[in-house]
């Protein structure tokens, strides 16, 4: 069975790879795991203004992982991107910065277009 920090790690990676996958022209690669916060994400991206927790488990803990984002974001918006095993990835994003998310995919996709 693969432990739970290697399990994290290949979630990161498989992220970020959905992250160039599915938004062209977006760069994004595992981060440097220290203790968390602005310096250390999960996932460092060319997205404006965005922080990923990125959390790959059967059993989320919806609000911890929300608290989690919450407090390590700093002055970007906090995005949980979960999946399931053999499942699709979901993004939990605060409703009223919706907006700012998509105006930033929006601008980086049509920057690289």
Not at 24 to 49: I, Y
Not at 71 to 84: L, M, Q, S, Y
Not at 93 to 109: G, H, K, R, S
Request: proline share 5%; with cysteine.
């Amino acid at each position: 069975m693969v432990n739970s920090r290697a399990k994290g790690a290949a979630g990161e990676r498989e992220f970020a790879h959905e992250l160039e996958r599915v938004l062209p022209g977006v760069e994004a690669r595992r981060g440097v795991q220290h203790a968390g916060g602005p310096e250390s994400p999960d996932v460092v991206h060319s997205l404006t203004g965005i922080h990923f927790e990125v959390k790959r488990t059967e059993r989320l803990q919806l609000r911890k992982a929300i608290a989690q984002a919450e407090e390590d974001c700093g002055n970007r918006v906090p995005v949980v991107a979960h999946r399931w095993n053999n499942g699709r990835w979901y993004l939990i994003v605060p409703f009223e910065d919706l907006p700012a998310v998509a105006t930033n995919v929006y601008l980086t996709m049509a920057e690289n277009a």
